[in-house]
T-cell receptor
Framework: AQSVTQLDSQVPVFEEAPVELRCNYS??????LFWYVQYPNQGLQLLLK??????LVKGINGFEAEFNKSQTSFHLRKPSVHISDTAEYFC??????????FGKGTKLTVNP | SAVISQKPSRDICQRGTSLTIQCQVD?????MFWYRQQPGQSLTLIAT?????????ESGFVIDKFPISRPNLTFSTLTVSNMSPEDSSIYLC???????????FGDGTRLSIL
């Protein structure tokens, strides 16, 4: 079985500052990893995914994540955030089947 | 990626009533799923909607409470039956095209029970 831990429930940052949202996973099999973003009153939008290959994955809106197998982590980063990045971010894992297991989410608030 | 239309986008219902949520995708997909997102919480999988057969429910969810249909490869419905205030949540439909493709989500149905 898989599980996901998002270490920070809330992350406040100032505009143009860098941000890292942390995600650790647990799995007994090879995994696929995902980050989704949920803007207020919207569904989930895929930011990026790791399936195999390069451990640095680039996504939309300037976000990137690095898969670290030894530390079982998949942290999300952005070098300079905008007000419009204010949203909730979910890390998710799949053990190769279609089922996704989500973390509890991290609320990113970007302040001017 | 697939375009997913979910209806209604929100509703306010009386306790004891039922509501059916529709999910329409613009292309045939391998699998469709229904999730619940309770206020301030993460997503929990309710069930996998199987085309032409009974849905596969996760632990804690039962067919009598959440009947699901999937008559074809592009459409599914979730009914929330005999609603109580505890059913106030966002209900999300997602689709999976198979292989290495990620799941894609609809915009959700925001349901409040009075």
């Amino acid at each position: 079985a898989q599980s996901v831990t998002q270490l920070d429930s809330q992350v406040p940052v100032f505009e143009e500052a860098p941000v890292e949202l942390r995600c650790n996973y647990s799995s007994s099999v090879s995994v696929y990893l995902f980050w989704y973003v949920q803007y207020p009153n919207q569904g989930l939008q895929l930011l990026l995914k790791y399936l195999s290959g390069s451990t640095l994955v680039k996504g939309i809106n300037g976000f990137e994540a690095e898969f670290n197998k030894s530390q079982t982590s998949f942290h999300l980063r952005k070098p300079s955030v905008h007000i419009s990045d204010t949203a909730e971010y979910f890390c998710a894992v799949s053990g190769g089947s279609e089922k996704l297991v989500f973390g509890k989410g991290t609320k990113l608030t970007v302040n001017p | 990626s697939a375009v997913i239309s979910q209806k209604p986008s929100r509703d306010i219902c009386q306790r004891g009533t039922s509501l059916t949520i529709q999910c329409q995708v613009d292309s045939q997909v391998t699998m469709m799923f229904w999730y619940r997102q309770q206020p301030g919480q993460s997503l929990t999988l309710i069930a996998t909607a199987n085309q032409g057969s009974e849905a596969t429910y996760e632990s804690g969810f039962v067919i009598d409470k959440f009947p699901i249909s999937r008559p074809n490869l592009t459409f599914s419905t979730l009914t929330v039956s005999n609603m109580s205030p505890e059913d106030s949540s966002i209900y999300l439909c997602s689709v999976w095209g198979g292989g290495n493709q990620p799941q894609h989500f609809g915009d959700g149905t925001r349901l409040s029970i009075l």
